[in-house]
């Protein structure tokens, strides 16, 4: 079974830092990874969807890695702002067997950026 | 562009009660998706269609049905609602493995 766990749990910085959000997952047969934002009482919006074959994705001062052999993802902020702080939700698509299609979330990183 | 819509956003029900939460995608998406996000434990999997007319039970699939009614809509039913289940649901969709997925503004359920 896919687990997907996101390190840390919450974090909490001072504006203009450049900051580094972390995911690992358990089995490397995925489709993809995608890195998702939820503000509060709000749905998920989609950042950043990085394909099993690619090593990064970027989008604006987003960056996201996949190391697919490893399990990990990273999620990179550069010069942090407080209109960033949300929770940030990786998931990733499985591949084979009983998780084909199917979306792993890890539980979130909820980020506070103070001005 | 709507997206995926969820219909109601808010909703009271008393224990035992039944009720249909409706999702409708305008995308042209194969596949469809309902969670269930609660704090502490993330989003779960109740139930997966990977296509119209396929259905797939997810982690939590336990008092919950599902019906794909065209490739636009999954509606998912509580036919005897608990406590348990107050959460927040989320609808969402994707055309297939390669592709990113949309969800919709989620429902915001208490059973009391």
């Known amino acids: 079974k896919q687990e997907v766990t996101q390190i840390p749990a919450a974090l909490s910085v001072p504006e203009g830092e450049n900051l580094v959000l972390n995911c690992s997952f358990t089995d490397s047969a995925i489709y993809n990874l995608q890195w998702f934002r939820q503000d509060p009482g709000k749905g998920l919006t989609s950042l950043l969807l990085i394909q099993s074959s690619q090593r990064e994705q970027t989008s604006g001062r987003l960056n996201a890695s996949l190391d697919k052999s490893s399990g990990r993802s990273t999620l990179y902020i550069a010069a942090s702002q407080p209109g960033d702080s949300a929770t940030y939700l990786c998931?990733?698509?499985?591949?084979?067997?009983?998780?084909?299609?199917?979306?792993?979330f890890g539980r979130g990183t909820q980020l506070t950026v103070w001005p | 562009n709507a997206g995926v819509t969820q219909t109601p956003k808010f909703q009271v029900l008393k224990t035992g009660q039944s009720m249909t939460l409706q999702c409708a995608q305008d995308?042209?998406?194969?596949?469809m998706y309902w969670y269930r996000q609660d704090p502490g434990m993330g989003l779960r999997l109740i139930y997966y269609s990977a296509s119209e007319g396929t259905t797939d039970k997810g982690e939590v699939p336990n008092g919950y049905n599902v019906s794909r009614l065209n490739k636009r809509e999954f509606s998912l039913r509580l036919e005897s609602a608990a406590p348990s289940q107050t959460s927040v649901y989320f609808c969402?969709?994707?055309?297939?493995?390669?592709?990113?997925?949309?969800f919709g503004q989620g429902t915001r359920l208490t059973v009391v």
């Open positions: 969402a969709s994707s055309t297939g493995g390669r592709t990113e997925a949309f």
């Open positions: 995308m042209n998406h194969n596949s």
């Open positions: 998931a990733v698509r499985g591949y084979r067997g009983s998780t084909l299609g199917r979306l792993y």
